[in-house]
């Protein structure tokens, strides 16, 4: 149980392109997204939640208009990096809660990440 | 600001072996504190639990144990095998703040044959 999956697993792009990322709760209803990014040997830095139904709220220093955030349904958020550039290469990675807030419900269960390379 | 930090950034053990990971946080609000387990160029993998109400859960194989006096928080990993080789976060859930995670810095685990 508490599967998070992501599409795709990576993606080269072209600088200036944009990209989605999609991330899918398979066997659960997500209240609570994260997205977060992890550089090469370091730890994961959260990017935004995002809750079902209502805008993302970002990180400080992270661009909303750069990283478009939409979680429509309880089972898929996505990622949109917009015109991408070759400093967007990362390792992005979504989570996802079933109840954030909630005991008992707020472990976050993360998807197999998405490798960004930008050239 | 809070953190949560890892005191060994690499830890190599035998194959058979017991390992220890180790945890230190600073928000003493906390109350629920999770492990995960990261293998190269995949998603942080959920291993175990355990709530600031408990000093002590087991899994199969793994232990974790809570210090709340100094802080504390630590991984046990029973007999470990080859394939616990991978890179060990402890990240601490803030419920207060909108459910984030923060996570330490992480420990790579070697396991020698």
């Known amino acids: 149980g508490a599967v998070v999956s992501q599409h795709p697993s990576r993606v080269i792009c072209k600088s200036g392109t944009s990209v989605k990322i999609e991330c899918r709760s398979l066997?659960?209803?997500?209240?609570?997204m994260f997205w977060y990014r992890q550089f090469p040997k370091k730890s994961l830095m959260l990017m935004a939640t995002s809750n079902e139904g209502s805008k993302a709220t970002y990180e400080q220093g992270v661009e909303k208009d750069k990283f478009l955030i939409n979680h429509a349904s309880l089972t898929l958020s996505t990622l949109t990096v917009t015109s991408a550039h070759p400093e967007d290469s990362s390792f992005y990675i979504c989570?996802?809660?079933?109840?954030?807030?909630?005991?008992?419900?707020?472990?976050?269960?993360f998807g197999p990440g998405t490798r960004l390379l930008v050239l | 600001g809070e953190s949560v930090g890892l005191h060994l950034p690499t830890l190599s053990v035998q194959e058979g072996d017991n390992s220890i990971i180790n945890c230190a946080y600073s928000?003493?609000?906390?109350?629920?504190f999770i492990w995960y387990k990261q293998e190269s160029g995949k998603g942080p993998q959920f291993i175990i639990d355990i709530r600031s109400n408990m000093d002590k859960r087991q899994g199969q194989r793994v232990t974790v144990l809570l210090n709340k006096t100094v802080k504390h928080l630590s991984l046990q990993i029973a007999a470990t095998q080859p394939g616990d080789s991978a890179v060990y976060f402890c990240?601490?859930?803030?419920?207060?703040?909108?459910?984030?995670?923060?996570f330490g810095g992480g420990t790579r685990v070697l396991v020698k044959p």
């Open positions: 989570s996802a809660s079933m109840g954030a807030g909630l005991v008992g419900k707020e472990t976050q269960y």
């Open positions: 990240a601490e859930n803030n419920r207060a703040a909108g459910n984030k995670l923060t």
């Open positions: 066997d659960f209803q997500a209240t609570t």
């Open positions: 928000n003493s609000a906390s109350d629920y």
